[in-house]
């Protein structure tokens, strides 16, 4: 699979994250939600729920679901705080973000830092403590890759920033599956290899759609960089590559008929609609209707393997 690998700076105004902001302002409970980015927070959540009840065979306690899902929630709004604190710089910049706590003023910057490294701290602790050591240890390792590599690297330098750093979102569901085992098998990576092929298109969906902000922001997005025509033909070797990947926990015998016919509706629907974009004559309204899509399509698919899982 070809993919850009050159490095494309950004203007050197945005190289590195400004300084600490002079807000002092606490900000309110609405903002303090929307710095921890819910939709992705919870998104995540059912891929690591599914990790969960995969490992299990379906025969899971309360407790460890419990425990499991609170602390890599916690985790990953660490990530959302830590994120939203090194782009407020980059934030400033894009209309879209201006109005986030952090660029707004709403909210202190060391209040948002000291939030996300203490809401990272305890939610590793719970995954050490009340859960095991290894899910702990992929959680962190989730959390650096979004954090170091992604944010603070990739995002600023290179167009590769949304496949390296889609790492992170892959991490999830093995978090779920060391939780249940302690280890990873051949079906925790299929499900590895499910979210890190499915995130490239989706993003790049996104990025589409908010070219000229990430324009403004000097951000070496793809559509950036080398425009709509070379995104597009990126999104649809990943989708051509998911529809084999989503197709292999039915090879494992993880799962039943029903996630089989699921996976391949859901699969022919997301090709078709990879293909149009090749002859798209709106390119912004593809890129909506991608969007929307990929996401309808990892929430159906990873429901089907719940309710499909062999027992």
Request: proline letters at 5%; aromatic letters at 10%; glycine letters at 8%.
């Given at each position: 699979?070809s993919?850009?690998?050159?490095?494309?700076?950004?203007?050197?105004?945005?190289?590195e994250?400004?300084?600490?902001?002079?807000?002092?302002?606490?900000?309110?409970?609405?903002?303090?939600?929307?710095?921890?980015?819910l939709?992705?927070?919870?998104?995540?959540?059912?891929?690591?729920?599914?990790?969960m009840?995969?490992?299990?065979?379906?025969?899971?306690?309360?407790?460890?679901?419990?425990f499991?899902l609170?602390?890599?929630?916690?985790v990953?709004?660490?990530?959302?705080?830590?994120?939203?604190?090194?782009?407020?710089d980059?934030d400033?910049?894009m209309p879209?973000?201006?109005s986030?706590?952090?660029?707004?003023?709403?909210?202190?910057?060391?209040t948002?830092?000291?939030?996300?490294?203490?809401?990272?701290?305890v939610?590793?602790?719970?995954l050490?403590?009340?859960?095991n050591?290894?899910?702990?240890?992929?959680?962190?390792?989730?959390?650096?890759?979004?954090?170091v590599?992604?944010?603070?690297?990739?995002?600023?330098?290179?167009t590769?920033?949304?496949?390296?750093?889609g790492?992170?979102?892959?991490?999830?569901?093995?978090?779920?599956?060391?939780?249940?085992?302690?280890?990873?098998?051949?079906?925790a990576?299929?499900?590895?290899?499910?979210?890190?092929?499915?995130?490239?298109?989706?993003?790049l969906?996104?990025?589409?759609r908010?070219?000229?902000?990430?324009?403004?922001?000097?951000?070496?997005?793809?559509?950036?960089?080398?425009?709509?025509?070379?995104?597009?033909?990126?999104?649809?070797?990943?989708?051509?590559?998911?529809?084999?990947?989503?197709?292999?926990?039915?090879?494992?015998?993880?799962v039943?008929?029903?996630?089989?016919?699921?996976a391949?509706?859901?699969?022919?629907?997301?090709?078709?609609?990879?293909?149009?974009?090749?002859?798209?004559?709106?390119?912004?309204?593809?890129?909506?209707?991608?969007f929307?899509?990929?996401?309808v399509?990892m929430?159906?698919?990873?429901?089907?393997?719940?309710?499909?899982?062999h027992p």
């Amino acid at each position: 699979m070809s993919q850009v690998t050159s490095i494309h700076p950004a203007p050197s105004r945005i190289m590195e994250p400004g300084p600490l902001s002079d807000g002092s302002r606490q900000g309110t409970l609405r903002d303090f939600i929307t710095l921890a980015k819910l939709g992705i927070t919870v998104s995540n959540l059912l891929t690591v729920f599914t990790g969960m009840w995969l490992a299990s065979d379906g025969y899971l306690s309360f407790r460890l679901v419990f425990f499991t899902l609170v602390g890599t929630a916690l985790v990953i709004a660490s990530g959302c705080y830590l994120n939203n604190y090194i782009d407020r710089d980059l934030d400033r910049h894009m209309p879209r973000t201006q109005s986030r706590p952090l660029p707004n003023g709403r909210v202190g910057a060391k209040t948002v830092l000291w939030t996300g490294l203490g809401l990272g701290i305890v939610g590793a602790a719970i995954l050490l403590l009340l859960v095991n050591p290894f899910s702990c240890l992929l959680s962190l390792v989730g959390l650096f890759v979004y954090v170091v590599i992604y944010t603070i690297w990739l995002k600023r330098t290179s167009t590769l920033n949304t496949v390296i750093g889609g790492i992170s979102g892959a991490v999830p569901p093995l978090i779920g599956w060391a939780a249940v085992t302690g280890s990873l098998n051949l079906t925790a990576w299929v499900l590895f290899i499910i979210m890190f092929l499915w995130q490239p298109p989706h993003f790049l969906a996104l990025a589409m759609r908010r070219v000229e902000d990430y324009r403004a922001g000097g951000i070496p997005m793809l559509p950036v960089v080398r425009g709509f025509e070379v995104t597009k033909h990126q999104m649809l070797r990943y989708v051509a590559a998911l529809v084999p990947a989503s197709l292999l926990l039915y090879g494992l015998q993880v799962v039943g008929a029903l996630y089989l016919v699921v996976a391949i509706v859901l699969s022919v629907v997301y090709l078709v609609l990879s293909i149009k974009g090749l002859f798209a004559k709106d390119d912004m309204y593809w890129a909506k209707g991608m969007f929307k899509y990929s996401l309808v399509y990892m929430m159906v698919l990873f429901i089907a393997m719940i309710v499909s899982v062999h027992p």
